[in-house]
Protein backbone atom coordinates (compact mmCIF):
# COMPACT_ATOMS: atom_id res chain seq x y z
CA UNK A 1 0.00 0.00 0.00
CA UNK A 2 2.75 2.55 1.04
CA UNK A 3 5.06 2.02 -1.86
CA UNK A 4 2.18 2.32 -4.17
CA UNK A 5 0.87 5.75 -2.60
CA UNK A 6 4.77 6.72 -2.92
CA UNK A 7 4.79 5.65 -6.65
CA UNK A 8 1.92 7.81 -7.22
CA UNK A 9 3.49 10.30 -5.56
CA UNK A 10 6.34 10.29 -7.29
CA UNK A 11 4.64 10.00 -10.76
CA UNK A 12 2.25 12.89 -10.30
CA UNK A 13 5.61 15.11 -9.03
CA UNK A 14 7.56 13.61 -12.33
CA UNK A 15 4.34 14.77 -14.29
CA UNK A 16 4.37 18.00 -12.58
CA UNK A 17 8.02 18.78 -13.57
CA UNK A 18 7.75 17.47 -17.07
CA UNK A 19 4.59 19.59 -17.78
CA UNK A 20 6.48 22.34 -16.15
CA UNK A 21 3.00 23.19 -14.00
CA UNK A 22 4.44 24.15 -10.80
CA UNK A 23 0.64 25.21 -8.72
CA UNK A 24 0.95 28.58 -9.36
CA UNK A 25 -2.33 28.72 -9.96
CA UNK A 26 -3.31 26.73 -7.32
CA UNK A 27 -5.05 28.87 -4.25
CA UNK A 28 -3.28 29.15 -1.39
CA UNK A 29 -4.65 28.64 2.49
CA UNK A 30 -5.77 32.24 3.93
CA UNK A 31 -2.89 31.93 5.84
CA UNK A 32 -0.29 31.60 3.47
CA UNK A 33 1.22 33.79 0.53
CA UNK A 34 2.28 32.67 -2.39
CA UNK A 35 5.49 33.46 -3.50
CA UNK A 36 5.93 32.61 -7.21
CA UNK A 37 9.30 31.09 -9.19
CA UNK A 38 11.65 33.83 -9.53
CA UNK A 39 15.32 34.41 -8.93
CA UNK A 40 16.65 34.49 -5.46
CA UNK A 41 17.26 37.81 -3.75
CA UNK A 42 21.04 37.94 -4.15
CA UNK A 43 23.19 39.19 -2.02
CA UNK A 44 26.41 37.11 -1.56
CA UNK A 45 27.42 35.71 -4.63
CA UNK A 46 30.23 32.48 -4.41
CA UNK A 47 33.97 32.43 -5.13
CA UNK A 48 33.50 36.02 -6.61
CA UNK A 49 34.86 39.24 -6.54
CA UNK A 50 31.61 41.67 -5.73
CA UNK A 51 30.76 40.45 -9.30
CA UNK A 52 28.41 37.90 -10.08
CA UNK A 53 30.97 35.33 -11.44
CA UNK A 54 29.42 33.22 -14.10
CA UNK A 55 28.86 30.15 -11.70
CA UNK A 56 32.57 28.88 -11.66
CA UNK A 57 31.22 26.20 -9.02
CA UNK A 58 28.08 25.72 -10.91
CA UNK A 59 26.92 28.05 -8.02
CA UNK A 60 24.86 30.66 -10.51
CA UNK A 61 21.53 30.82 -8.36
CA UNK A 62 19.41 28.78 -9.65
CA UNK A 63 15.22 30.09 -9.51
CA UNK A 64 13.93 29.77 -5.82
CA UNK A 65 10.88 27.53 -7.12
CA UNK A 66 7.22 28.79 -5.92
CA UNK A 67 6.64 27.99 -1.97
CA UNK A 68 3.72 28.96 0.28
CA UNK A 69 5.06 30.92 3.27
CA UNK A 70 3.17 31.84 6.36
CA UNK A 71 1.65 35.40 6.60
CA UNK A 72 2.27 35.97 10.00
CA UNK A 73 5.17 34.86 12.56
CA UNK A 74 3.78 32.04 14.80
CA UNK A 75 2.49 33.42 17.64
CA UNK A 76 2.27 32.33 21.52
CA UNK A 77 -1.49 31.22 21.04
CA UNK A 78 -0.31 28.64 18.03
CA UNK A 79 2.77 27.51 20.03
CA UNK A 80 1.06 26.67 23.37
CA UNK A 81 -1.52 24.64 21.23
CA UNK A 82 1.55 22.81 19.80
CA UNK A 83 3.10 22.09 22.95
CA UNK A 84 -0.12 20.39 24.60
CA UNK A 85 0.15 18.31 21.71
CA UNK A 86 3.58 17.31 21.70
CA UNK A 87 4.77 18.07 25.42
CA UNK A 88 7.90 16.62 24.91
CA UNK A 89 8.79 20.07 23.73
CA UNK A 90 7.50 21.77 27.02
CA UNK A 91 10.49 23.90 28.60
CA UNK A 92 10.56 21.43 31.96
CA UNK A 93 10.94 18.33 29.59
CA UNK A 94 12.88 19.31 26.35
CA UNK A 95 16.37 18.08 26.04
CA UNK A 96 19.58 20.22 26.66
CA UNK A 97 21.26 19.91 22.95
CA UNK A 98 17.57 20.95 21.51
CA UNK A 99 16.92 24.04 23.62
CA UNK A 100 19.49 26.35 25.90
CA UNK A 101 18.18 27.41 29.49
CA UNK A 102 16.32 30.30 28.51
CA UNK A 103 14.12 27.92 26.10
CA UNK A 104 10.41 30.17 26.53
CA UNK A 105 11.85 31.56 30.32
CA UNK A 106 8.89 34.22 29.50
CA UNK A 107 6.12 32.08 30.08
CA UNK A 108 4.40 31.57 32.95
CA UNK A 109 4.95 28.16 32.62
CA UNK A 110 5.12 25.07 30.54
CA UNK A 111 1.97 25.21 28.81
CA UNK A 112 0.44 28.43 29.62
CA UNK A 113 1.97 31.58 28.13
CA UNK A 114 1.00 34.03 30.46
CA UNK A 115 -0.55 37.93 30.15
CA UNK A 116 2.52 39.64 30.53
CA UNK A 117 2.87 39.45 26.34
CA UNK A 118 -0.42 39.41 24.26
CA UNK A 119 -1.38 35.74 23.17
CA UNK A 120 -1.18 37.10 19.21
CA UNK A 121 2.36 37.91 19.92
CA UNK A 122 4.91 36.27 18.22
CA UNK A 123 6.46 33.25 19.66
CA UNK A 124 10.36 33.90 20.48
CA UNK A 125 12.76 32.35 22.80
CA UNK A 126 13.08 29.14 20.92
CA UNK A 127 15.10 27.05 19.30
CA UNK A 128 15.48 26.01 15.90
CA UNK A 129 14.83 22.37 16.61
CA UNK A 130 11.52 23.46 18.33
CA UNK A 131 10.61 25.93 15.64
CA UNK A 132 11.52 22.93 13.02
CA UNK A 133 9.26 20.78 15.25
CA UNK A 134 6.34 22.92 15.18
CA UNK A 135 6.70 23.54 11.42
CA UNK A 136 6.75 19.61 10.87
CA UNK A 137 3.63 19.29 13.23
CA UNK A 138 1.82 21.64 10.88
CA UNK A 139 2.72 19.89 7.57
CA UNK A 140 5.20 22.14 6.77
CA UNK A 141 9.12 23.13 7.77
CA UNK A 142 11.31 26.54 7.97
CA UNK A 143 11.29 28.85 4.98
CA UNK A 144 15.10 28.27 3.66
CA UNK A 145 17.43 31.72 3.74
CA UNK A 146 16.80 31.81 -0.34
CA UNK A 147 12.70 31.32 0.28
CA UNK A 148 12.67 34.10 3.10
CA UNK A 149 14.91 36.70 1.93
CA UNK A 150 12.65 36.07 -1.77
CA UNK A 151 9.31 37.01 0.82
CA UNK A 152 11.15 39.72 2.27
CA UNK A 153 11.97 41.30 -0.95
CA UNK A 154 8.69 41.58 -1.72
CA UNK A 155 9.22 41.60 -5.51
CA UNK A 156 12.15 43.78 -5.61
CA UNK A 157 10.50 47.04 -3.57
CA UNK A 158 12.86 46.53 -1.23
CA UNK A 159 13.68 49.96 -1.93
CA UNK A 160 16.48 52.42 -0.16
CA UNK A 161 13.32 54.13 2.12
CA UNK A 162 12.76 50.51 3.08
CA UNK A 163 16.21 49.45 3.98
CA UNK A 164 16.54 52.83 6.04
CA UNK A 165 13.44 51.86 7.86
CA UNK A 166 14.58 48.55 8.74
CA UNK A 167 17.81 50.07 9.62
CA UNK A 168 16.18 52.61 12.20
CA UNK A 169 14.62 48.42 13.50
CA UNK A 170 17.74 47.27 14.01
CA UNK A 171 19.34 50.26 15.70
CA UNK A 172 16.88 50.53 18.22
CA UNK A 173 17.27 48.47 21.76
CA UNK A 174 14.91 45.86 21.93
CA UNK A 175 12.96 46.77 25.28
CA UNK A 176 9.01 46.93 25.54
CA UNK A 177 6.97 43.76 25.11
CA UNK A 178 6.29 42.34 21.57
CA UNK A 179 3.39 43.54 19.67
CA UNK A 180 1.02 41.34 18.39
CA UNK A 181 1.16 40.00 14.45
CA UNK A 182 -0.37 41.50 11.54
CA UNK A 183 -0.30 44.70 12.55
CA UNK A 184 1.47 46.32 9.62
CA UNK A 185 0.94 46.86 5.75
CA UNK A 186 1.84 43.48 4.30
CA UNK A 187 4.42 43.45 1.54
CA UNK A 188 3.59 42.84 -1.97
CA UNK A 189 3.43 39.50 -1.72
CA UNK A 190 0.59 39.99 1.24
CA UNK A 191 3.25 39.00 3.79
CA UNK A 192 3.46 40.85 7.45
CA UNK A 193 5.81 41.14 10.01
CA UNK A 194 8.87 40.29 7.73
CA UNK A 195 10.84 43.39 9.05
CA UNK A 196 9.83 45.69 12.28
CA UNK A 197 8.41 42.77 14.99
CA UNK A 198 11.51 39.86 15.63
CA UNK A 199 14.28 38.01 13.49
CA UNK A 200 13.51 34.73 12.70
CA UNK A 201 15.03 31.09 12.22
CA UNK A 202 15.14 29.98 8.62
CA UNK A 203 15.45 25.81 7.59
CA UNK A 204 19.70 26.29 6.65
CA UNK A 205 20.34 29.45 8.69
CA UNK A 206 23.82 27.42 8.47
CA UNK A 207 24.10 27.43 5.39
CA UNK A 208 26.49 30.60 5.05
CA UNK A 209 30.22 29.96 4.97
CA UNK A 210 31.26 33.19 5.76
CA UNK A 211 34.25 33.27 8.25
CA UNK A 212 34.18 35.20 11.07
CA UNK A 213 37.71 36.06 11.00
CA UNK A 214 37.70 39.81 10.02
CA UNK A 215 41.53 39.58 9.09
CA UNK A 216 40.87 36.93 6.63
CA UNK A 217 40.83 38.57 3.36
CA UNK A 218 39.33 35.97 1.22
CA UNK A 219 36.51 36.30 3.50
CA UNK A 220 36.52 32.66 4.26
CA UNK A 221 39.28 30.50 6.46
CA UNK A 222 40.40 28.11 3.71
CA UNK A 223 41.04 25.83 6.02
CA UNK A 224 37.66 25.85 7.68
CA UNK A 225 35.54 24.95 4.51
CA UNK A 226 35.69 22.29 2.34
CA UNK A 227 35.52 23.45 -1.44
CA UNK A 228 34.67 26.85 -2.66
CA UNK A 229 33.32 28.50 0.35
CA UNK A 230 34.24 31.91 -0.76
CA UNK A 231 31.45 34.71 -0.70
CA UNK A 232 31.14 37.89 -1.64
CA UNK A 233 28.74 40.45 -1.70
CA UNK A 234 26.49 41.66 -4.42
CA UNK A 235 25.74 44.97 -3.03
CA UNK A 236 27.89 46.57 -0.23
CA UNK A 237 25.88 49.15 1.08
CA UNK A 238 22.97 46.77 1.50
CA UNK A 239 23.99 46.58 5.53
CA UNK A 240 20.64 45.46 6.48
CA UNK A 241 21.02 42.27 4.92
CA UNK A 242 24.30 42.05 6.39
CA UNK A 243 23.23 42.00 9.47
CA UNK A 244 20.69 39.80 9.24
CA UNK A 245 23.21 37.01 7.91
CA UNK A 246 25.42 38.06 10.55
CA UNK A 247 22.39 37.30 12.89
CA UNK A 248 22.28 33.98 11.27
CA UNK A 249 26.39 33.29 11.23
CA UNK A 250 25.78 33.37 14.53
CA UNK A 251 23.70 31.38 15.85
CA UNK A 252 23.72 27.78 17.06
CA UNK A 253 20.44 25.75 16.63
CA UNK A 254 19.78 25.39 20.26
CA UNK A 255 19.85 28.90 21.08
CA UNK A 256 16.63 31.27 22.20
CA UNK A 257 16.33 34.81 22.04
CA UNK A 258 13.67 37.29 23.24
CA UNK A 259 13.75 38.49 19.74
CA UNK A 260 14.08 35.28 17.33
CA UNK A 261 10.90 33.99 16.32
CA UNK A 262 9.84 32.09 13.26
CA UNK A 263 6.96 30.87 10.32
CA UNK A 264 6.98 28.25 8.90
CA UNK A 265 6.29 27.29 4.54
CA UNK A 266 5.82 24.75 2.64
CA UNK A 267 5.12 23.64 -1.43
CA UNK A 268 2.34 24.79 -3.18
CA UNK A 269 -0.53 22.55 -3.78
CA UNK A 270 -0.51 20.50 -6.50
CA UNK A 271 -3.51 21.10 -8.57
CA UNK B 1 35.55 12.81 35.84
CA UNK B 2 33.85 9.97 34.43
CA UNK B 3 32.69 9.72 37.22
CA UNK B 4 30.93 12.98 37.42
CA UNK B 5 29.78 12.36 33.68
CA UNK B 6 28.08 9.10 35.05
CA UNK B 7 26.43 11.19 38.15
CA UNK B 8 25.30 14.00 35.78
CA UNK B 9 23.88 11.04 33.10
CA UNK B 10 21.83 9.45 35.98
CA UNK B 11 20.71 13.50 37.13
CA UNK B 12 19.40 13.88 34.14
CA UNK B 13 17.62 10.23 33.37
CA UNK B 14 14.29 12.31 35.00
CA UNK B 15 14.02 14.28 31.52
CA UNK B 16 12.02 12.29 28.83
CA UNK B 17 14.13 12.38 25.69
CA UNK B 18 12.40 14.03 22.74
CA UNK B 19 10.51 11.66 20.80
CA UNK B 20 10.04 12.99 17.39
CA UNK B 21 9.69 9.11 15.81
CA UNK B 22 6.31 10.16 15.38
CA UNK B 23 6.60 13.07 13.29
CA UNK B 24 8.86 10.97 10.96
CA UNK B 25 7.10 9.94 8.14
CA UNK B 26 7.58 5.89 7.73
CA UNK B 27 9.83 4.98 5.47
CA UNK B 28 9.41 2.04 3.24
CA UNK B 29 13.74 0.42 3.48
CA UNK B 30 12.39 -3.14 1.39
CA UNK B 31 12.75 -5.77 3.85
CA UNK B 32 15.36 -4.34 5.89
CA UNK B 33 13.42 -4.49 9.40
CA UNK B 34 16.50 -4.17 11.79
CA UNK B 35 15.87 -1.03 14.12
CA UNK B 36 18.17 -1.34 16.66
CA UNK B 37 16.18 -2.31 20.33
CA UNK B 38 15.75 1.36 21.75
CA UNK B 39 15.42 0.29 25.58
CA UNK B 40 14.21 3.36 27.74
CA UNK B 41 17.85 3.88 29.44
CA UNK B 42 19.13 7.35 31.21
CA UNK B 43 20.33 9.41 28.59
CA UNK B 44 22.30 12.95 29.03
CA UNK B 45 20.17 15.78 27.85
CA UNK B 46 23.27 17.16 26.45
CA UNK B 47 23.38 13.89 24.39
CA UNK B 48 23.21 14.18 20.55
CA UNK B 49 21.59 10.81 21.03
CA UNK B 50 18.47 12.48 21.91
CA UNK B 51 17.89 12.24 18.30
CA UNK B 52 15.85 10.00 16.85
CA UNK B 53 16.69 10.55 12.89
CA UNK B 54 17.17 7.31 11.23
CA UNK B 55 20.26 6.33 9.14
CA UNK B 56 21.34 3.58 7.52
CA UNK B 57 24.83 2.01 7.60
CA UNK B 58 27.28 0.75 5.11
CA UNK B 59 25.58 -2.88 5.59
CA UNK B 60 22.21 -1.21 4.74
CA UNK B 61 21.13 -1.68 8.57
CA UNK B 62 18.73 1.08 9.74
CA UNK B 63 20.30 2.57 13.01
CA UNK B 64 19.91 5.59 14.96
CA UNK B 65 22.76 7.83 16.42
CA UNK B 66 22.36 5.68 19.68
CA UNK B 67 23.68 3.02 18.61
CA UNK B 68 26.80 4.48 18.78
CA UNK B 69 26.15 4.54 22.96
CA UNK B 70 28.80 2.57 25.16
CA UNK B 71 32.07 3.63 23.07
CA UNK B 72 33.26 7.51 22.35
CA UNK B 73 33.29 8.45 18.99
CA UNK B 74 35.79 10.55 16.39
CA UNK B 75 33.32 11.52 14.29
CA UNK B 76 33.22 14.01 11.04
CA UNK B 77 31.03 14.62 8.13
CA UNK B 78 31.94 14.11 5.21
CA UNK B 79 31.30 13.11 1.61
CA UNK B 80 32.92 11.19 -0.58
CA UNK B 81 33.22 12.64 -3.65
CA UNK B 82 34.77 15.44 -1.79
CA UNK B 83 38.57 15.37 -3.37
CA UNK B 84 39.55 18.31 -1.36
CA UNK B 85 39.27 18.79 2.44
CA UNK B 86 37.17 15.70 3.29
CA UNK B 87 40.80 13.39 2.27
CA UNK B 88 42.23 15.27 5.23
CA UNK B 89 39.66 14.90 7.39
CA UNK B 90 39.74 10.96 7.09
CA UNK B 91 43.44 11.46 7.42
CA UNK B 92 43.37 13.21 10.71
CA UNK B 93 40.85 10.75 11.55
CA UNK B 94 43.38 7.51 11.02
CA UNK B 95 45.85 9.44 12.64
CA UNK B 96 43.70 9.68 15.84
CA UNK B 97 43.15 6.04 14.88
CA UNK B 98 47.01 5.08 15.26
CA UNK B 99 47.72 7.21 17.77
CA UNK B 100 45.46 5.47 20.24
CA UNK B 101 46.39 2.75 22.61
CA UNK B 102 45.75 -0.92 21.29
CA UNK B 103 43.34 -1.46 24.05
CA UNK B 104 41.25 1.77 23.30
CA UNK B 105 41.27 1.25 19.92
CA UNK B 106 39.39 -1.83 20.14
CA UNK B 107 36.96 0.30 22.14
CA UNK B 108 35.87 3.66 20.50
CA UNK B 109 33.61 4.36 17.03
CA UNK B 110 35.34 6.35 14.07
CA UNK B 111 32.38 7.21 12.46
CA UNK B 112 31.73 9.28 8.95
CA UNK B 113 28.44 10.97 8.37
CA UNK B 114 27.82 11.71 5.29
CA UNK B 115 25.95 15.54 3.39
CA UNK B 116 25.70 13.48 0.29
CA UNK B 117 21.92 11.92 0.83
CA UNK B 118 22.00 11.40 -3.45
CA UNK B 119 25.03 9.74 -4.21
CA UNK B 120 26.93 8.36 -0.43
CA UNK B 121 24.51 5.18 -1.19
CA UNK B 122 25.44 2.10 1.80
CA UNK B 123 27.10 0.20 -0.88
CA UNK B 124 29.07 3.87 -1.77
CA UNK B 125 30.50 4.31 1.26
CA UNK B 126 31.16 0.56 1.58
CA UNK B 127 33.54 0.39 -1.30
CA UNK B 128 34.57 3.90 0.25
CA UNK B 129 36.12 2.02 3.46
CA UNK B 130 37.34 -0.65 1.89
CA UNK B 131 39.31 1.43 -0.85
CA UNK B 132 40.51 3.09 2.53
CA UNK B 133 41.33 -0.10 4.82
CA UNK B 134 38.77 1.15 7.45
CA UNK B 135 38.23 -1.70 10.21
CA UNK B 136 35.04 -2.55 10.07
CA UNK B 137 34.88 -3.18 14.05
CA UNK B 138 35.67 0.57 14.86
CA UNK B 139 34.87 2.45 11.93
CA UNK B 140 30.74 3.34 11.22
CA UNK B 141 29.75 4.74 7.55
CA UNK B 142 26.26 5.95 7.64
CA UNK B 143 23.92 7.74 5.11
CA UNK B 144 21.08 9.79 5.85
CA UNK B 145 18.54 11.94 4.49
CA UNK B 146 17.88 15.40 4.27
CA UNK B 147 16.08 15.93 7.86
CA UNK B 148 18.69 13.73 9.73
CA UNK B 149 21.87 15.04 8.08
CA UNK B 150 20.72 18.79 8.99
CA UNK B 151 19.66 17.67 12.20
CA UNK B 152 23.42 16.33 13.19
CA UNK B 153 24.89 19.47 11.10
CA UNK B 154 22.64 21.40 13.76
CA UNK B 155 23.53 19.70 16.59
CA UNK B 156 27.41 19.75 16.15
CA UNK B 157 27.17 23.46 14.74
CA UNK B 158 28.53 22.11 11.22
CA UNK B 159 27.85 24.75 8.33
CA UNK B 160 27.30 23.47 5.42
CA UNK B 161 25.66 24.06 2.04
CA UNK B 162 25.31 21.90 -0.94
CA UNK B 163 26.22 23.82 -4.26
CA UNK B 164 24.60 23.32 -7.72
CA UNK B 165 27.13 20.55 -8.96
CA UNK B 166 25.92 18.38 -6.50
CA UNK B 167 29.27 18.94 -4.08
CA UNK B 168 29.11 20.69 -0.75
CA UNK B 169 30.83 23.04 1.16
CA UNK B 170 30.84 22.71 4.89
CA UNK B 171 32.81 23.22 7.56
CA UNK B 172 35.56 20.75 8.99
CA UNK B 173 34.81 19.94 11.94
CA UNK B 174 36.10 16.43 13.80
CA UNK B 175 33.91 16.01 16.94
CA UNK B 176 34.67 13.72 19.93
CA UNK B 177 31.94 11.78 21.78
CA UNK B 178 31.87 10.27 24.88
CA UNK B 179 30.05 7.24 25.80
CA UNK B 180 26.40 8.90 25.73
CA UNK B 181 26.86 10.89 23.33
CA UNK B 182 27.73 14.16 24.63
CA UNK B 183 30.35 16.69 22.96
CA UNK B 184 33.47 16.95 24.63
CA UNK B 185 36.02 18.36 21.93
CA UNK B 186 35.73 20.00 18.63
CA UNK B 187 38.63 20.57 16.47
CA UNK B 188 38.01 23.22 13.88
CA UNK B 189 40.38 23.29 10.41
CA UNK B 190 42.95 20.84 8.36
CA UNK B 191 45.73 21.87 10.11
CA UNK B 192 46.84 20.62 13.58
CA UNK B 193 47.70 17.44 14.03
CA UNK B 194 44.96 15.84 15.98
CA UNK B 195 47.18 15.15 19.55
CA UNK B 196 44.65 16.48 21.67
CA UNK B 197 41.36 14.74 20.46
CA UNK B 198 43.57 11.44 20.17
CA UNK B 199 44.14 12.23 23.85
CA UNK B 200 40.98 12.87 25.20
CA UNK B 201 39.73 9.84 22.97
CA UNK B 202 42.50 7.57 24.71
CA UNK B 203 41.17 8.58 28.26
CA UNK B 204 37.43 8.14 27.49
CA UNK B 205 38.24 4.89 26.23
CA UNK B 206 39.88 3.66 29.44
Redesign the interface.
Known sequence: M??AV?LIAVTAAAIAMATGTVAVGAAAPEDMALVPAGPPAAFFV?GGSGVAAA?A????S?DVPAFLIDRRPVTRRQFAEFLRRRP??SRS??????ADAHYLEDWASDFDAGARVPPDAPVTRVS??AAN?YC??RGKELPTVDQWERAAAGGGKDTAATRDRILRWYSQPATEPLGVVGRGAPNAYGVYDLHGLIWEWT??F????ISTESRDPGGK?D???????SLSAVDPSDYATFMRYALRNSL???YTTSRLGFRCAREPDQP | MTRMVVVLAMALAVLPGAARAKDEPPHSHGDHQSLDVDRPAPLSGSSIYQSDREWTDMEGQRVRLRSLRGRPVALAMVYTHCTTACPLILANLQLIESALSPEARERVWLVLASFDTERDRPAVLKKFAAAHDLEPARWRLFHGGRAAVRELAMMLGVRYKQKAGGDFDHSNVITILDRDGVVRHQQAGLGPTPTEPAALLERLAR
Open positions: KPAPGDGGAAEWRVAAVLWFAQWLDNSTLDPLFCGSGRAN
